[in-house]
């Protein structure tokens, strides 16, 4: 049916209705309509015996069109078409392959019975848009699986892949044959009368009603503990699956979910999840652009990073070269990466095949020229010196094999000076990993001003192969995430002269959403780190060299921001450290003064924001929300608070442009004053998610 979104035919007596909304079969407005049209059909078909509902290509419905998601509602909607199959006296069996999420899976719940593909995966994950299902998800699944697991499923928002689906009840059958003809002998097996989730309880794998209330209380005590609105709403919503009226226990799930989606967690939310999704589409770039082979990876140093990297790529089945400088090194490394296997397995992350699997895939070279011989991507990751790197780049080029990319995992460094010494400066591209390597998913790639599309094509490849989110970022000090930390720890450093206390800093951004503040942060990374590279320049950075002259330099010491007594991971607070700041402060002729919670936030926050809006001015990145995608990911930044340009348009524009010129006159700085973008959109009303 052109324009429908779906197709109808019948065969054999069976009515199959597809539904072809590429590229994942989202439920528009079209398809909901078009769907309450087609089942009508064939109820009144005579020659129609049974229903078959699936999608087209590789997925059933992966769930609501998030576009669409404020837009007017007209006609029957998704729970009128649920109603109505409920009613249906022929059985409609929902046949599920690839995706069945969100609404579709709950479409799925409405149908008679379920079967799915090997290897589909069925979920209900609008708690992670801030949402809660909208078309009696919170109440159907309790009555397959039984509230208390309902609730951790929706709550947690996890897919559910084939075999789990089919032990926990989600789905009635799952077959690696053919899907439609399994699903035509599922429709034969049906009982009469049709059976209606709605007409059974959550009683679920429990042994009476009672003891399934007792388990999905308990289940609603450990979630609610701080929990967002979504979940709060989950929880209330899954506990009216034990009231017997079906029917208002779905006009109030209807209620909290418009409820919800006008609220900002579930604006943030939902822009992530979009934000994610644009930041994939890179400007020339394409499926069509050619893409370079890549079988061996060389990582050249084999510290912390560069085996955070090896382990990244050989998990995802490359072959890995460490490249060290000296025996011991490279027997260093081999041992922490053997380690950190040898804690996957004892954590049941890995089994001991696939631990042995990818350990196979590792060799160990002492020496530049055998360690890059036969490389199709060399990843440098050697100190952080500009010197250094162009040394090692020079002779990369001239060992490495000609057709092979030479990536830098600098995470500051011009990549344009980098190609300049070499002859290859289409195949240089800067991959800036996050520590650890082989956790962070955030991976920014830098594309420099010669960089190929196919060399570029080629790494974005890499990095989702690997499980990186990559986003593209253009040539700057610092790129696009370290560029803006840095407002944030001299206002920090600021605060804390100031007569803040660490903990007064830390708990206002933890407040906000953060796992840690930017003490407790730089204590868990080392003080000392930066104190040596800022002692070789000849700079200080108030009041934190101060410490790492005095030797706390963090967790590491028993000692940074905080106490860590007897080897603890939690700080604890110093009552000797407020004098020694004072001194520093009165040193450098800075009046300590109480600060509130709301300057602090304001410090921490919008000088960043400042920043990120004149990395989009300057085309460092192509879109603001890529700016939020590597909050997300890299820098720990709320998912519920969007990211600093979403943050920024809901906190509102104008707001934050006369507080940063408040703080430019209050602190005689005026790199603080708002940029020019900022300014004009403040003035005009605009907004920096488009």
């Keep these: 049916m052109t324009g429908t979104g779906t197709d109808y035919s019948v065969q054999g007596g069976i009515a199959v209705i597809r539904v072809d909304n590429p590229p994942v079969n989202a439920l528009g407005s079209h398809v909901r309509l078009s769907l309450n049209e087609l089942m009508r059909r064939a109820e009144a078909d005579a020659a129609v015996r049974g229903v078959i509902l699936t999608g087209t290509g590789k997925v059933f419905v992966a769930g609501a069109d998030l576009k669409q998601i404020d837009a007017p509602r007209s006609g029957p909607s998704i729970n009128d078409l649920l109603a109505f199959v409920e009613g249906m006296t022929k059985p409609v069996v929902a046949a599920l392959q690839g995706l069945a999420l969100g609404g579709g899976y709950e479409i799925a719940m409405g149908c008679h019975a379920r079967i799915a593909a090997a290897g589909v995966r069925v979920g209900l994950p609008e708690t992670t848009l801030g949402l809660i299902p909208g078309a009696g998800g919170t109440q159907r699944l309790p009555r397959l699986v039984g509230a208390a697991a309902a609730l951790d499923l929706i709550a947690s928002g996890r897919q559910v892949a084939a075999d789990e689906a089919l032990r926990l009840g989600m789905v009635d059958a799952v077959t690696s044959g053919d899907l439609l003809a399994e699903a035509r002998g599922l429709l034969d097996r049906v009982p009469r009368p049709l059976p209606r989730l709605r007409d059974r309880t959550p009683q679920g794998p429990a042994g009476d009603l009672p003891s399934a209330r007792a388990a999905f209380e308990a289940r609603a005590v450990a979630l609610g503990q701080g929990a967002l609105p979504a979940i709060r709403a989950a929880i209330a919503a899954v506990r009216d699956s034990f009231d017997p009226d079906f029917d208002a226990a779905i006009a109030r799930e209807h209620a909290a979910f418009h409820t919800l989606r006008t609220g900002p967690e579930a604006r943030a939310m939902i822009h992530a999840f979009l934000a994610e999704r644009a930041s994939a589409h890179v400007a020339g770039v394409s499926r069509a652009t050619p893409r370079l082979s890549v079988a061996q990876v060389s990582i050249i140093g084999a510290g912390t990073m560069g085996g955070g990297i090896g382990i990244t ?37 890995l089994t001991p095949e696939a631990a042995a699997a990818a ?236 600060v509130s919670a709301a300057e602090i936030e304001e410090r921490l926050l919008y000088p960043l924001i400042n920043e990120g809006t004149r990395i989009l001015e300057e085309g460092i990145v192509e879109r603001a929300g890529d700016i939020d995608v590597i909050y997300l990911h890299g820098y720990g930044w709320p998912r519920h608070r969007g990211g600093p340009m979403q943050f920024a348009d809901a906190r509102g524009l104008p707001a934050i442009v006369a507080t940063l010129d408040r703080m430019a006159e209050a602190q005689g700085d005026d790199t603080l004053r708002p940029s020019a973008l900022l300014r004009r959109l403040a003035a005009t009303g605009g907004r920096l998610i488009d």
């Design 313 to 349: 790529c050989a998990n995802a089945g490359y072959t890995v070269t460490m490249v060290e400088t000296s025996a011991p090194a490279l027997e260093a490394a081999k041992t922490r990466i053997e380690g950190v296997y040898i804690g996957q397995v004892s954590r049941d992350r």
């Design 359 to 594: 350990l196979a895939r590792f060799r160990w070279v002492q020496g530049l020229e055998a360690g890059v011989a036969g490389a199709d991507l060399v990843i440098e990751a050697v100190f952080e010196d500009m010197g250094l790197k162009k040394e090692v780049f020079a002779q990369l080029d001239r060992l490495a094999p000609p057709s092979a990319i030479l990536a830098s995992n600098t995470s500051y460094q011009n990549i344009d000076e980098l190609a300049a010494v070499t002859q290859r400066p289409d195949r240089v591209v800067g991959m800036h990993y996050f520590s650890p390597a082989n956790v962070m998913k955030l991976l920014e790639i830098v594309r420099g001003a010669a960089t190929s599309p196919e060399t570029l094509a080629t790494v974005l490849d890499l990095a989702r192969k690997t499980g990186k989110i990559p986003v593209v970022v253009g040539v700057c000090y610092g790129f696009v995430g370290n560029r803006m930390l840095w407002l944030r720890t001299v206002q920090t450093q600021r605060l804390l002269l100031e007569g803040c206390s660490p903990r007064q800093v830390d708990t206002v951004l933890t407040d906000f959403g953060f796992r840690m503040g930017p003490c407790q942060m730089g204590d868990m990374a080392g003080l000392d780190v930066a104190w040596r590279l800022r002692k070789a320049r000849g700079e200080r950075m108030e009041p934190v060299d101060t410490l790492a002259d005095a030797g706390r330099w963090g967790q590491k010491t028993g000692k940074g921001w905080y106490l860590y007594p007897d080897g603890a991971r939690d700080g604890v607070d110093d009552p000797a450290l407020a004098p020694v700041v004072a001194e520093v402060a009165a040193r450098l002729g800075v009046t300590q003064r109480a």
